[in-house]
């Protein structure tokens, strides 16, 4: 069974571009979560989608935002990129029943902005 | 709301010791909690869950956790420290039930093996 996919791997941007991420969760999943992991910041929290329905935000501003498809897949778009916006872009994806319920990570889309 | 305290950001042990690495939660409701491993510039890589059933809960590489909803911890433990346990270990929780819901980390604690 193919885990959770994240693509591209890393990500170069210039300050005011804008980033597209992209995720691919484990097949039957139908939950996704973003969390960024900037250094000294730890993983923080960013979006929850289920269903294709945003369901949670985390304290991140407007111009971070997604969506889900009807394959469950999820895209993480970032606007007016900032220099702090460098992190590492985990994503996640849910099950719900069964002894391997929980929360399976990618490997992350590696975004440096320059 | 829910949060995740990991007492110690670093902590060293010698090959073969004992690694214990703690963790204090506070949720408003029966939580969920589990423990992850990070290697350097790669994704989370889950080594145990607590989802409600045995509180003492067996993982992969050799670790475990026990859920001690009165001291509301949930520390991680090896009997003996590997060379290859080195890496960055998080404990985060979540409010659980069917839908699971927001997963809500702790800082994090580095672990360093010495030979």
């Known amino acids: 069974e193919a885990g959770v996919t994240q693509s591209p791997t890393h990500l170069i941007k210039t300050r005011g571009q804008q980033a597209t991420l992209r995720c691919s969760p484990i097949s039957g999943h139908t939950s996704v979560y973003w969390y960024q992991q900037a250094l000294g910041l730890g993983l923080q929290f960013l979006l929850w989608y289920d269903e294709g329905e945003e369901r949670n935000r985390g304290n991140f501003p407007p111009r971070f935002s997604g969506r889900q498809f009807p394959n469950y897949s999820s895209e993480l778009n970032v606007n007016a990129l900032e220099l702090e916006d460098s992190a590492l872009y985990l994503c996640?994806?849910?099950?719900?029943?069964?002894?391997?319920?929980?929360?399976?990570f990618g490997s992350g889309t590696r975004l440096t902005v320059v | 709301a829910q949060s995740v305290t990991q007492l110690g950001s670093h902590v060293s042990v010698s090959e073969g010791a004992l690694v214990l690495l703690r963790c204090n939660y506070s949720?408003?409701?029966?939580?969920?909690l589990f423990w992850y491993v990070q290697y350097p510039n790669q994704g989370l890589q889950l080594l145990l869950k607590?989802?409600?059933?045995?509180?003492l809960v067996k993982g992969i590489n050799g670790f475990e956790a026990e859920f001690k909803k009165s001291e509301t911890s949930f520390h991680l433990t090896k009997p003996s420290a590997h060379m290859s346990d080195a890496a960055e270990y998080f404990c985060?929780?979540?409010?659980?039930?069917?839908?699971?819901?927001?997963?809500?980390f702790g800082q994090g604690t580095i672990l360093t093996v010495h030979p």
């Open positions: 949720s408003s409701v029966p939580p969920y």
């Open positions: 985060a929780v979540s409010p659980g039930g069917t839908s699971y819901g927001k997963l809500t």
């Open positions: 996640a994806s849910v099950s719900t029943g069964g002894g391997d319920a929980g929360y399976t």
């Open positions: 607590y989802t409600s059933a045995a509180t």
